[in-house]
């Protein structure tokens, strides 16, 4: 396969000779954000939600926004390519200081890294995986609402789910179950949704968005209101979400079995209905 192209700070250029000073804020200070966003067939899955959370994020860290239109790049980047499905990835920090300060010199320039990585087509037809998660405490800042690239205790958390054989893990303050490591997640109790609310204990997912906005669109009741680990212990279905999974099943958490431990039938019709409507 030849190599992949990348944007960096104006330029297209190979990958591997994509470079950025160590004197860049991200590098140094974890100052940066980022998104996720799946090319399906294509086009973009919720561009604009995308571009509305980016500058959300960049705001809430006092981060210049970009002046480039990172949609035109990514697209660029697509066709040039020859990509049909796609997972893009943007990649915004503070810019390159003068030195190592934590007040930062004033007007620095963000960095701007666009990557596209083609996506197999078969996943989408295999439809939602299942999947076993770690329970692990939340040991986050307070500010999970923005799409940080400070994820070293989402990083954690899901190498130890790895090493103990699960394929995620699941946060929790408290025995409140907030969110995956890098998912959204729902539970279904007697044909109920439930999640946990939207404030600054979990990223304001896309995924989240729209499996509240199929599920009401096919009168399904939903409730964004906080459970605890007993109470998804105890649920018909447990669901995580996200940009690149769109939904998985988890069948099993820790040694617990959920429902009847098997792939569950809400995952696999919201997958279809995702689909239907991309
Ligand atoms: N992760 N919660 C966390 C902590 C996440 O990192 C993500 C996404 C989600 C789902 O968000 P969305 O539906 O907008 O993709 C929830 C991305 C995909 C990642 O880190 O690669």
Redesign the pocket.
């Known amino acids: 396969m030849p190599q992949l192209i990348a944007y960096l700070n104006g330029s297209y250029l190979p990958l591997s000779q994509a470079k950025v000073s160590v004197l860049d804020r991200g590098f140094l200070f974890g100052e940066g954000v980022y998104e996720?966003v799946y090319h399906h067939a294509g086009k973009p899955i919720a561009m604009q939600d995308h571009e509305l959370r980016l500058k959300r994020s960049l705001d809430e860290l006092g981060i210049a926004q970009p002046t480039e239109s990172l949609s035109d790049i990514s697209q660029k980047l697509i066709t040039d390519q020859g990509m049909d499905n796609a997972k893009i990835y943007w990649h915004i920090t503070r810019g390159v200081d003068t030195t190592r300060q934590h007040i930062p010199e004033k007007n620095l320039k963000p960095t701007v890294l666009v990557i596209a990585w083609p996506e197999p087509d078969h996943a989408i037809a295999q439809g939602p995986e299942t999947i076993k998660a770690l329970l692990t405490p939340d040991i986050r800042w307070q500010r999970c609402d923005i799409k940080s690239t400070m994820l070293a205790p989402?990083c954690i958390a899901k190498i130890r789910a790895q090493q103990l054989g699960f394929q995620e893990a699941i946060f929790h303050r408290d025995q409140i179950v907030t969110?995956?490591?890098?998912?959204?997640l729902f539970i279904i109790k007697e044909g109920i949704l439930q999640t946990h609310p939207q404030d600054h204990w979990?990223?304001p997912?896309?995924?989240?968005k729209q499996i509240i906005q199929i599920a009401r669109e096919h009168q399904i009741p939903v409730i964004e209101k906080p459970f605890t680990i007993d109470q998804m212990l105890g649920a018909d279905e447990v669901l995580i979400?996200?940009?690149?999974t769109i939904i998985a099943t988890v069948t099993q958490i820790d040694d617990h079995l959920i429902g009847d431990g098997k792939s569950g039938t809400f995952a696999k019709q919201f997958f279809k209905w995702f689909f239907e409507q991309a």
């Not at 969110?179 to 959204?184: A, N, Y």
């Not at 979400?241 to 690149?244: A, I, M, Y």
């Open positions: 996720v989402n969110e995956g490591t890098s998912t959204c979990i990223l997912s896309i995924t989240r979400g996200s940009t690149t």
